[in-house]
């Protein structure tokens, strides 16, 4: 197929600037909000609120460099998209929540609000990257105003944001954007919506245009195939294999769906993406037996 790039334009994280995560100014929310259940992706229980016992005096992780190799998986796929920062920075004016004891159920209550908001910014930044969407640029720019004048409120004014109301919003107009890009390629055999892929055998498969959004596609054997101008918005990558797979158009394709999944130096990626750490090298295997039977549990 040509023409994929005048449909799509590849963003750096220098141009998108606070949606993405910088540790050294967050006082690790990722590592005390959430609650951690014991299972292939975390070592531990730990109940929402509570700070991990990993978690260090200056809010950085005691083990962030074996945290695979420790059990915890799950952190190594999060992704804030810059909101705790963003919390503890602005919202909070660096007051952290160790010093100032006061604001931490505020400051844990606002962080999981904000995380949505910016997580919806950095869609609609997609979006309006995409030429092909030209049509929509007004309103995804109207869209993304709004939700950045949210994230500069107050803990009590952030406390009362619909976040549903906003998302549904949002991702109407996403999915515009997506049908607008994908319209050259779009056929009705691709439309796989919320689809159920878990194990799937789609080595060497045509998805070029496919409708993607939210398809379960954990554990997956996605070596080889072609997902050029497929949307991929909340598609859950847990275990899929993707060594030699052409990922550098697709569309709304975030760094977490990229961690969970297995590659290799042959998986083609947008520029703005990095190659994951522990992806291998080509011709070894992609993901870890544990990875796929858990897989086949969860569906």
Not at 9 to 34: H, N, W
Not at 92 to 104: I, K, L, N, S
Not at 182 to 192: F, G, Q, S
Not at 236 to 252: H, N, P, Y
Request: hydrophobic share 40%.
């Amino acid at each position: 197929m040509s023409g994929e790039r005048e449909h799509t334009q590849s963003l750096s994280d220098e141009s998108r600037p606070g949606l993405r995560a910088d540790c050294e100014r967050c006082f690790g929310l990722c590592c005390v909000v959430p609650a951690f259940t014991v299972s292939a992706d975390f070592a531990i229980d730990k109940p929402a609120g509570r700070a991990c016992p990993n978690l260090a005096s200056d809010f950085r992780c005691g083990i962030h460099t074996r945290l695979r190799q420790r059990g915890f998986t799950g952190c190594t796929v999060y992704d804030c998209f810059g909101a705790g920062q963003q919390v503890s920075q602005v919202t909070f004016g660096g007051r952290d929540w160790r010093q100032a004891p006061q604001t931490a159920k505020r400051m844990f209550e606002v962080f999981p609000i904000m995380r949505n908001l910016h997580e919806l910014l950095w869609y609609l930044t997609e979006a309006l990257a995409m030429p092909a969407a030209g049509p929509l640029h007004a309103e995804l720019a109207r869209a993304r105003t709004e939700l950045e004048r949210l994230t500069g409120g107050d803990p009590g004014t952030l406390a009362e944001v619909d976040v549903s109301a906003h998302r549904q919003q949002v991702n109407a107009l996403l999915l515009r954007a997506s049908e607008l890009v994908r319209a050259p390629v779009r056929r009705k055999k691709t439309e796989l919506r919320g689809a159920d892929l878990i194990g799937a055998k789609l080595k060497g498969a045509d998805l070029r245009g496919a409708c993607l959004r939210g398809a379960y596609l954990i554990g997956a054997d996605l070596r080889g195939a072609d997902l050029r101008l497929a949307d991929l918005t909340g598609a859950d990558l847990r275990g899929a294999d993707l060594r030699g797979a052409r990922l550098a158009e697709s569309l709304f394709l975030t760094r977490s769906q990229l961690d969970a999944a297995g590659g290799d130096a042959a998986t083609e990626l947008p520029p703005s993406l990095t190659r994951p750490a522990h992806w291998t090298s080509p011709g070894a295997p992609a993901g870890s037996p544990p990875a796929r039977a858990r897989a086949r549990r969860r569906r």
